[in-house]
Every structure is written in C-alpha cells, then in structure tokens.
C-alpha cells in the first residue's frame, strides 16, 4: 500500500514558478512509475508528466519545455517544477503511483494503482 500526499499548490500570476511534491509512504517507492495529473473544472483528468524508476520522463505536449518531473527516492518524494504558467494550467494536481507502466499506458489514469488527493493550482493572468 502507497499513500501519495501533494502540496506546494497555491495562487500564481501568469509566467510565475511553483514547485508541487509528493510525498510518498513504504518502502518499495523507488521501483514505482510516479506521474502527475491534473483536473480542471468541468474536465477530464488528464495526464501532465510521468517518471520511471529508471529515470526516464514522458511530458503531455501541453507542458513540455515549462515543466520538469524529479524525483528523490532517498526522501520518496516526487517533484513537479512548473514554470512560465498559463491560465490554462489552472487546475487541481495529483500525483499517482504505478507498478507496471509502459509508454502506451503511461497517459492513462487507469493504470495507475495510487493517487493522492490533489492540490489546488491557479494561475491569474
């Protein structure tokens, strides 16, 4: 079992930075696919970034070249540095766990085992 607990979210003006973490439990968090999302009102969750235990990233095109996936398996945490925010990236971020997760699932929310409750990202333009 895996409890994924986000923060780091908060209020920002349009080009701003923020940095969300996820904090992980248990001990197996560096063999996991971790991955963010994100959800806007009246929309569907959809996939923002995601990294393998390996090491590798895949970004949505959305937000590649703004954001930046890490993380610390040291302190089982996951890091999500967002920069030259849009109004469009207004949403609540989750983080999500996965065991098995391939290049042509990774986008999927289905296939991922663990979520955490998610943190409130605006961006005032």
């Known amino acids: 079992q895996v409890q994924l607990v986000e923060s780091g979210g908060g209020l920002v003006q349009a080009g701003g930075s923020l940095r969300l973490s996820c904090a992980a439990s248990g001990r197996t968090f560096s063999s996991y696919t971790m991955g963010w999302f994100r959800q806007a009102p009246g929309k569907e969750r959809e996939f923002v970034a995601a990294?393998?235990?390996?090491?590798?990233?895949y970004y949505a095109d959305s937000v590649k070249g703004r954001f930046t996936i890490s993380r610390d398996n040291a302190k089982n945490t996951v890091y999500l540095q967002m920069s030259s925010l849009k109004p469009e990236d207004t949403a609540v971020y989750y983080c999500?766990?996965?065991?098995?997760?391939?290049?042509?699932?990774?986008?999927?929310?289905?296939?991922?085992?663990?979520w955490g409750q998610g943190t409130q990202v605006t961006v005032s333009s």
């Open positions: 990294m393998w235990s390996d090491g590798s990233t």
């Open positions: 999500a766990a996965g065991r098995v997760i391939t290049l042509w699932t990774v986008t999927s929310t289905k296939t991922y085992d663990y």
